[in-house]
């Protein structure tokens, strides 16, 4: 299929809801990374998204809204944790790079939720993403618009390089500000728990209640027993065709360096100088540009494992395997 390049203006911003009330796909931007939009409440347009990404369909999509009024059509707050709270975190973050997951309603199909009865529901604060969701009157189940397993895209021409020819369209919109996925909170059971770490930490979640993160988020498939609550962190993500491994100290990485060149790669350092925020923004585009640039090996400084460090951690080490050399 032709995928359609689309400007940001009103009337491209119309057709690319037209699409999804048809059932098509439509990538657009978010502050956090594209997202490969399709309507939530149709299985079939869902099932489509898992073809187009090659993704296995006990990922459940998250579900995007632009307004909190669409918040009860698809969600059920009756099943969670204090409401007040809820609602008073609702307000500090959203629309931001946060998922709530909660109880879904009958009218979202197990298809969005991978089988599951909960719902993660975020609004995002892109401003394109948002006039695109209320101008295809749907919600829009949005999983990030990269092939499954590839790094994802924080700019329209990475959608492009995965997605070109597999979907209806994409909205030619901004580089994402954040770089990184939403954080992920399963406020169902009675303490909030941190499934996939992201922009807004515990650290400012704790300001509201008690939170933890999912205990698998401190180990890894190598580590043994590995079972994460949100189905996607268990699948391989973020590989470049490049090996990617952390080091903890660039001394280190000099050494590690000049060897592979001896040995005839192409090797790339990326230091970050503890800069996590600057790290988020640049480290998917940065991978993908250095496999346009056949690099053989990317040496990764590790950053502090802090707040908004450990969740930029989370993608490094899964882009590297969680090999690290000390
Ligand atoms: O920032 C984001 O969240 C981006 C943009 C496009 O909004 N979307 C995104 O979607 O990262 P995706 O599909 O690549 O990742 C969704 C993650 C997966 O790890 C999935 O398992 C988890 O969220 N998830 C979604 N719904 C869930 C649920 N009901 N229960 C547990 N985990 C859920
Ligand atoms: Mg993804």
Redesign the pocket.
Known sequence: MDTARLEINDSNIDKAGEIIRRGGLVAFP?E?????GADALNGDAVRSVYAAKGRPSD????V?IADIEALTTVADLDCCMNHDVVKAMMREFWPG?I?F?MR?RAVVPLTT??G?D???I?M?SSETARRFIRASQRPIA????NISGRP?PTTYQDVLEDMDGRIDAVLLGEKCAVGI??T?L?ITGDVPTI??P?YVTPEMIAAFTDVEYDPALYGSPVSGDFRP?????KYKHYAPKAQVRIVKHEAYAEILAKEAEEDGKKVQILDYHGDSHAAARDFFARLRELDRKGADLILVIALDDEEFGFSVMNRMLKSAGYDVAD
Do not use: F, Q, W
Request: no cysteine; charged share 15%.
């Open positions: 978010t956090t990374v594209y997202g490969l990922n459940p999509m998250i995007h790079p998922t997951v879904k939720t991978g599951l909960t719902v993660g975020r995002p949005a999983p990030s618009a994802s996925e939403s992920v399963d499934l996939r992201g609550k949100a189905p996607g962190m």
